[in-house]
Structure formats: structure tokens, C-alpha cells
């Protein structure tokens, strides 16, 4: 996965990277986003392309429930 350095943003999609936890083997996912205030799209399309990301992998459920943990973070 490359990071972006400069002022722009670099992320344009939404990328995974799964691992399995070193203690007890289960599944983790790293999910990398576009951020709120992205150079190149608005707060609006970033917030549906994630939700759309969520409903598509079932970790949000028609119902609204979750199905995991999220942890969101922002530098």
C-alpha cells in the first residue's frame, strides 16, 4: 500500500489489507479511505462511498446493526 506525502490527497478508493491477529489467529482488517476534506471529492461522496463499502461487506446490516468493530482514524 503506497502513502501519499504531499498536501493533496492521495487516496482515491477504498483499500483493504486483511491480517489475522498474532494472538489469536482471527481475521483484522485495515481499511484505508479517502478522508473528509479530500482534494478531490466532497465530504458528501466520501461519506457514500463508505457507507456504501459497509452495506456492500455486511459489517452494516440492512437492519442498521454492525457486525464488527470500527475504529475510525483521522491524522
Not at 498474532?22 to 479517502?34: C, E, I, L, Q, S
Request: proline share 7%; hydrophobic share 35%.
Amino acid at each position: 500500500m503506497t502513502v501519499g506525502h504531499g498536501l493533496e490527497s492521495y487516496t482515491t478508493k477504498i483499500r483493504t489489507v486483511r491480517y489475522n491477529h498474532p494472538t489469536d489467529g482471527r481475521p483484522v482488517a485495515f481499511v484505508d479511505t479517502p478522508g473528509f476534506g479530500d482534494t478531490y471529492k466532497s465530504d458528501i461522496e466520501i461519506l457514500a462511498m463508505v457507507a456504501e463499502w459497509l452495506v456492500k461487506r455486511s459489517v452494516i446490516t440492512a437492519n442498521g446493526s454492525c457486525t464488527t468493530t470500527l475504529i475510525p482514524r483521522q491524522p
